[in-house]
């Protein structure tokens, strides 16, 4: 049980020779105790090999996986190590050999793994992950400066929903989400621009080619009827 657990955690986080502790003292490590198992089971729960899976392929990835600090779940601020370490931990969770009940779904999860590691080791890629980002933030400092200004000018008190770190999260996130979906459709646009016009070159090629091969034909025959 939890509270047999705790015991065994007291024990051995009670320190040689110390006395007897106080009821608050002994609740308050409990707590302690309690959050950190809590933590624990959460940190589990999202490691799961089929949750991991179901959220790297699910409805709108294409998008979601854009940013390749989400992909990996780690903050803008990760250092290569934990970026290395947490490619590891990802990539052996979600690996079709892992996962031989699910291989096909594991496969697109793996892959968007592997791709969102190599993104953050290249120093371009990365650099301009982290600028989507930071604008990201700086978008919503605005939203909520904006929004406090109308209050004061209003007379009302300046506190927004913001102001709970949870919902600016959520906002940032959103935000960069939305900035990242926004680039990479500008960039399958020009991609698309870019073949069409080289179609349109290949196909005013052909006729070129056409004209000439008509010209010399034309050329031949008359010099044969000569």
Do not use: C
């Not at 105790?33 to 709108?60: A, C, F, M």
């Amino acid at each position: 049980t939890l509270f047999r657990s705790y015991m065994v955690w007291a024990g051995n986080m009670a320190a040689p020779g110390a006395g007897g502790s106080t009821g608050g003292a002994s609740e308050e490590a409990f707590m302690t105790y309690y959050n950190e198992v809590k933590q624990i089971e959460r940190r589990d729960s999202v490691l799961t090999p089929k949750q991991q899976i179901e959220r790297l392929i699910r409805p709108g990835s294409s998008y979601f996986n854009l940013n390749p600090y989400e992909v990996l779940q780690l903050d803008p601020e990760a250092t290569d190590e934990e970026i290395k370490k947490r490619f590891r931990q990802l990539s052996i969770l979600v690996h079709p050999d892992k996962n031989q009940d699910d291989p096909d779904r594991a496969q697109k999860a793996f892959e968007a793994v592997d791709k969102a590691y190599k993104m953050l080791l290249d120093p371009e890629q990365k650099k301009r992950a982290l600028d989507v980002i930071q604008a990201g933030q700086e978008y919503i400092d605005h939203i909520v400066k904006e929004k406090r200004k109308a209050l004061k000018k209003e007379g009302k008190p300046t506190v927004v929903e913001e102001d709970d770190p949870e919902v600016f999260k959520q906002a940032v996130y959103k935000q960069t989400m939305k900035l990242f979906a926004e680039l990479e459709i500008k960039r399958k646009e020009r991609e698309t621009k870019e073949m069409h016009e080289r179609k349109v070159g290949m196909d005013v090629l052909t006729v070129g080619e056409h004209f000439k091969h008509t010209q010399k034909e034309r050329k031949r025959r008359k010099t044969g009827r000569s």
